[in-house]
């Protein structure tokens, strides 16, 4: 009898009857999964679920799935947080001497992408478990991870995912120069640290600029990442139409981390709150991405 699968338990081996999702590329098709390719494939889909053929397949569909598989993936996860972080640390400290090579953080994004591809679900609970001194750091893998995650589900290609995802590991570069202090503070701001904060986009950009050979699109995504689309955002208050698909994306997935993230000053809100709030504000962000975002954790 034919089993249904969350989509990230689809492994090499596996007959699929069909993957739930209306893409095209799909659609009729069964087959025999037999390439890391087919399973991006199918994870980069809208569907949650694949329906798989026991008795065509070639191996046990029992081993891969079940709570087991959920407990590796954590894991896994898990593994690769700590790592990415420590990267990112590393890439952070060499920003801060002018020696950040741009190609560095193509594997931490690859890595990255891949594991929020085999679970948003996982790799968010995952990346909420932050500590004071990591929060950038792991805010920007999240942020990373969610910019690549939507990015694939708008058809983006393969390298405009990896160089979005970089500058997600990159938006908050300029928090370098914030004291932990006030980025941590829990009560109201005083009007000269909340100037400090406020100046992160432009510090970063400044930094990023220096280290040379960074793309325009990492460059944009760290100055723009808070303007929104009415003109009320900074550093500059650039108006909608001077805001490119790219930088809209980013703004989404930074809010939506923020929101659904716990800090020293707020509970986090659930992804479905983070999403109605953000839909009810079309006026600063945009609406096609963050309905497209919700899509990701339907
Ligand atoms: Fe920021």
Redesign the pocket.
């Known amino acids: 009898m034919v089993r249904r699968i969350p989509k990230h338990l689809v492994r090499k081996g596996m007959f699929v009857e069909s993957v739930e999702c209306p893409d095209a590329e799909f659609s009729g098709r069964r087959f025999l999964v037999q390439s890391d390719e087919t399973i991006r494939a199918i994870l980069a889909t809208s569907a949650a679920y694949a329906l798989v053929n026991p008795q065509k397949s070639m191996m046990d569909i029992d081993a891969a799935g079940g709570p087991a598989a959920g407990a590796q993936e954590r894991k896994r996860t898990a593994e690769t947080v700590v790592q990415a972080t420590s990267a990112l640390r590393g890439s952070f400290d060499a920003v801060r001497r002018g020696q950040l090579q741009a190609d560095t953080l193509n594997p931490v994004a690859d890595e990255i992408s891949s594991r929020i591809d085999a679970s948003p679900e996982i790799f968010l609970e995952v990346t909420r478990l932050k500590t004071k001194d990591e929060g950038t750091y792991v805010h920007s893998l999240a942020v990373s991870a969610l910019m690549m995650r939507l990015a694939r589900s708008l058809g983006y290609a393969d390298d405009m995912v990896r160089e979005l995802g970089v500058a997600g590991l990159l938006?908050?570069v300029g928090k370098l120069m914030v004291p932990n202090a006030i980025l941590n503070k829990a009560g109201r701001l005083e009007a000269e640290e909340r100037r400090l904060v406020r100046n992160?986009?432009e510090v970063g950009y400044r930094l990023l600029k220096e280290q040379g050979g960074m793309s325009h699109l990492v460059l944009d995504i760290c100055r723009y990442?808070?303007e929104t689309l009415d003109g009320s955002g900074y550093p500059l208050g650039l108006a909608a139409g001077e805001l490119s698909q790219e930088i809209r994306l980013a703004t989404v997935c930074?809010v939506f981390e923020a929101l659904t993230s716990a800090r020293p000053y707020k509970q986090p809100w659930t992804a479905r709150d983070a999403l109605s709030w953000m839909f009810s504000r079309g006026q600063l962000f945009d609406k096609k991405l963050v309905i497209r975002l919700g899509g990701i954790f339907a």
């Open positions: 938006h908050d992160h986009p990442h808070h930074d």
